[in-house]
């Protein structure tokens, strides 16, 4: 069997150590006689692995008490029409920091089901390559709260501080927060936000399945035409099983949890391995001559590093190349091009150093 370095940008890698034990747990889950795909949710052997998932998420989090964790489906995607669904029973309007793609589609679902969106700053003026300033950001009178994107997938554009929803008035908002390609890559001090969600396909497990921190005081704001499924307090008080959950995704997240407790050591642990494969590879990309990468410094994402080639002509015989080498998934998203190496928390150092060894070697015969 070869395993080869993965640099998908979702689904993305999982740690051969959760994937080692799945495959031993497939066929006979601890002696149960069947496979966790096949158990009832509501068995009691199903419910201990929901508990336990739930409780490792909260120590390596942090997660207040007042704070609910839902496990649910439709990926994160769903969750552009849940918030505001969820947010706006009260009136006002949802405000958004456009950075890029991903929270545009938010702002476009949110103007679809509601007429209105308030964009309260903007990256478009900057190519997408600078998040706005903190004092740049300023909200609607009638803000119901500000969403904002971490990190930018696609373009790899990450905040590097957490926004404030204060209005005019003075009142400040609750904040809710795309995590998806950005959770548990490092410490997150979750008592800043009101809602934060993250799509499972980067560093929480297979895709199928999202994960929804959402704080107490916020579970009662819904609106009374919103779709029974999205709801956030029926799905708090259902245990996440209000219908039939994301079984093998949710038991395989538990996994992945307990792998960032036991194998790496927690969450301080995994920044620090983080920081270091960025640095290498944007180091690399910065003192190359054929490689360059258009974000400002500053809000370079760690988990989604984009670069381009001086001669785009060569990018077909270097993405060829890659994949010859054992390097998966390097090509950009269609709607920038380039390339793209995503470094989420399963992507190894020694994936990074063969990436940098590559890129070296095409260089100093293409460049």
């Not at 999202?210 to 709801?231: K, Q, Y």
């Amino acid at each position: 069997m070869t395993r080869h370095f993965n640099f998908c940008a979702g689904p993305a890698a999982l740690p051969a150590a959760v994937l080692e034990r799945a495959r031993d747990e497939m066929l006979d889950y601890r002696g149960h006689g069947l496979s966790v795909m096949e158990m009832s949710h509501r068995s009691a052997e199903y419910v201990a692995i929901a508990e336990k998932a739930e409780a490792d998420l909260r120590e390596l989090l942090a997660i207040p008490a007042n704070y609910r964790v839902l496990f649910t489906q439709g990926g994160a995607t769903q969750q552009f029409a849940a918030v505001p669904y969820n947010l706006l029973g009260a009136g006002g309007t949802a405000n958004f920091v456009d950075t890029g793609i991903w929270s545009r589609k938010a702002i476009a679902e949110a103007r679809h089901l509601f007429g209105d969106a308030r964009v309260a700053a903007s990256s478009e003026a900057s190519g997408n390559a600078r998040v706005p300033a903190r004092e740049e950001v300023e909200l609607s009178r009638d803000a119901a709260y500000l969403h904002y994107t971490a990190n930018e997938t696609i373009g790899g554009l990450a905040f590097d501080y957490i926004p404030r929803g204060v209005r005019p008035d003075g009142i400040e908002v609750p904040l809710v927060c795309d995590m998806s390609s950005s959770i548990l890559s490092g410490p997150l001090d979750v008592s800043r936000f009101g809602v934060i969600y993250a799509g499972a396909q980067k560093n929480i497990g297979p895709a199928g399945l999202v994960v929804v921190i959402v704080r107490d005081d916020l579970l009662d704001r819904a609106r009374a035409d919103m779709p029974s499924l999205f709801g956030y307090k029926a799905l708090a008080e259902g245990g996440s099983m209000v219908n039939t959950p994301a079984t093998y995704s949710w038991y395989l997240a538990g996994l992945v949890f307990e792998w960032l407790k036991q194998d790496i050591g927690g969450l301080e642990a995994m920044d620090a391995i983080n920081a270091r494969k960025a640095q290498k590879l944007y180091a690399a990309i910065d003192a190359s001559g054929l490689y360059s990468n258009p974000i400002a410094p500053a809000n370079r994402s760690r988990m989604n590093v984009p670069f381009v080639l001086a001669d785009p002509r060569l990018d077909k015989g270097f993405l060829a190349e890659a994949e010859q080498a054992g390097l998966l998934n390097l090509k950009g998203h269609r709607s920038v091009g380039g390339m793209r190496a995503s470094l989420y928390n399963a992507v190894p150092e020694a994936a990074v150093d063969a990436l940098i060894d590559f890129m070296a070697d095409f260089e100093n015969r293409k460049g």
